[in-house]
């Protein structure tokens, strides 16, 4: 166990709608880090949160969003949704923007749209 | 653009057995490499890392190989066991080049130990 947890487990959602993701990170780490990961596919990074800031972004539209909180949680929100975010959405865990470092990855939230 | 792959997506051994996972990577200035393994319903769980500045690194029963050479990266695990099987992936990093821990990822290998 990696200490980070993820809420909730599995979401459904239908197209258009909005939802929210979130994600406590390890103590004593300050960074977090949301990938998105399709079926059979590799994790893909969304971005990373340090110390409250977005401080990296990946090939995602601007109807992915996030926000860090002062305890370093984090929440991922994605507004009118569709079908292909379908995913697994999993976030990582870090210190200092988990640069040459261990990233430690939560369970992950399973989102289907339909 | 920068890309990790994978040269096989399966690998069936039996218990007992060394295995060996393969991956390519692209992007040369990549300087920070790492092994997870993902487990069904789980996240991945880090196994190994290497820096560019390494060849070799060895762990409990791991061991990976950085060719830089030809941009190649490996994952041995020594007599592997059922608890093994599961969804490996390599993951590289630009971590001098960029100001945050941006972490691309391989498809994946499906690793089946057989008892």
């Known amino acids: 166990e990696t200490g980070v947890t993820q809420s909730p487990t599995h979401l459904i959602k239908t197209r258009g709608q909005q939802v929210t993701l979130r994600c406590s990170s390890q103590?004593?780490?300050?960074?977090v880090s949301w990938y998105q990961q399709a079926l059979g596919q590799g994790p893909q990074f969304i971005f990373q949160?340090?110390?409250?800031?977005?401080?990296g972004r990946g090939n995602f539209p601007p109807r992915f969003s996030g926000l860090q909180f002062p305890n370093y949680s984090s929440e991922l929100n994605v507004n009118a949704l569709e079908l292909d975010d379908s995913a697994l959405y999993l976030c990582?865990?870090?210190?200092?923007?988990?640069?040459?470092?261990?990233?430690?990855f939560g369970p992950g939230t399973r989102l289907t749209v339909t | 653009g920068e890309s990790v792959g994978l040269h096989l997506p399966t690998l069936s051994v039996q218990e007992g057995d060394n295995s060996i996972i393969n991956c390519a990577y692209s992007?040369?200035?990549?300087?920070?490499f790492i092994w997870y393994k993902q487990e069904s319903g789980k996240g991945p769980q880090f196994i190994i890392d290497?820096?560019?500045?390494?060849d070799k690194r060895q762990g409990q029963r791991v061991t990976v190989l950085l060719n830089k050479t030809v941009k190649h990266l490996s994952l041995q695990i020594a007599a592997t066991q059922p608890g093994d099987s599961a969804v490996y992936f390599c993951?590289?990093?630009?971590?001098?080049?960029?100001?945050?821990?941006?972490?691309?990822f391989g498809q994946g290998t499906i690793l089946t130990v057989h008892p």
């Open positions: 992007n040369s200035a990549s300087d920070y």
């Open positions: 993951a590289e990093q630009d971590a001098g080049g960029t100001s945050y821990g941006k972490l691309t």
């Open positions: 290497i820096r560019s500045n390494m």
């Open positions: 103590s004593g780490h300050n960074t």
């Open positions: 990582a865990s870090s210190f200092d923007r988990g640069q040459f470092g261990e990233q430690y």
């Open positions: 949160y340090y110390r409250e800031e977005e401080n």
